[in-house]
């Protein structure tokens, strides 16, 4: 019974004025036929083990979050996602290879841009068709309105539905779908991580994170008509 669990989470924004990111990156991680527990686990102690190196209590932190951590708490939870059992993909967006419909229709360009490539790939790697039943725990950050779930839910929903009867008409299959608060999901801090560590690199062209882990990644795409983004 193939069943894939998979966290995704972003980085840059999806605006097209002066003062928007010149690129939107989506991290994703996900393992294949059984839950990350001891992952999670690995993650949790090791956030308590710097809290606990961290004297200053203004200092500690709540989760690992790209943007908020130290460059000292970066470095150290690169090398711990190093050595996780996980499998990790990037999506990296030029916003001027974005085409002008999606521009007038954020809603639907975030469902596109991350349901997209990251179902495509798992039905494609993962699914079987002669196994009774494939199953995917897509997980994403809670960001959006009730709305937008609901449309982000139903459009994950239609996707995996094409693409297993794309692949094969009888390939029987499910999706649970949730949007959770990353501080309680460790595996959406990994996903932070990995799309902070790619949008640092093409948007302020330091690529100091990312060179940690980029021989861990998996899965490498890019909407790219311009040739900015090489990995």
């Not at 809290?51 to 708490?73: A, G, L, P, R």
């Amino acid at each position: 019974m193939p069943h894939v669990s998979v966290y995704v989470d972003e980085s840059g924004d999806l605006g097209f004025n002066e003062k928007s990111s010149k690129f939107f990156t989506i991290g994703y991680v996900f393992t294949k036929n059984r839950y990350p527990s001891v992952e999670n686990e690995i993650i949790r102690h090791t956030l308590k083990r710097i809290n606990k190196k961290t004297k200053k209590q203004k200092n500690k932190i709540t989760e690992f979050k790209f943007s908020n951590n130290t460059d000292k708490v970066k470095c150290k939870f690169l090398q711990k996602i190093r050595e996780l059992d996980i499998i990790i993909g990037v999506i990296c967006i030029s916003k001027d290879s974005v085409k002008e419909g999606l521009k007038q229709d954020l809603s639907r360009l975030y469902r596109y841009s991350i349901v997209d490539t990251i179902i495509t790939i798992l039905v494609r790697d993962f699914f079987h068709k002669d196994d009774p039943y494939n199953s995917i725990k897509f997980v994403i950050d809670r960001s959006l309105s009730p709305n937008a779930r609901k449309l982000f839910n139903e459009y994950c929903e239609e996707k995996v539905s094409f693409r297993a009867w794309e692949k094969n008409s009888e390939i029987d299959h499910h999706i649970t779908i949730s949007h959770e608060d990353s501080k309680s999901i460790p595996m959406l801090q990994v996903a932070d991580f990995i799309a902070g560590s790619t949008q640092k690199k093409f948007e302020m062209e330091d690529s100091i994170f990312y060179d940690l882990i980029q021989d861990k990644i998996n899965y490498h795409e890019k909407w790219d008509y311009h040739d900015k983004i090489t990995w």
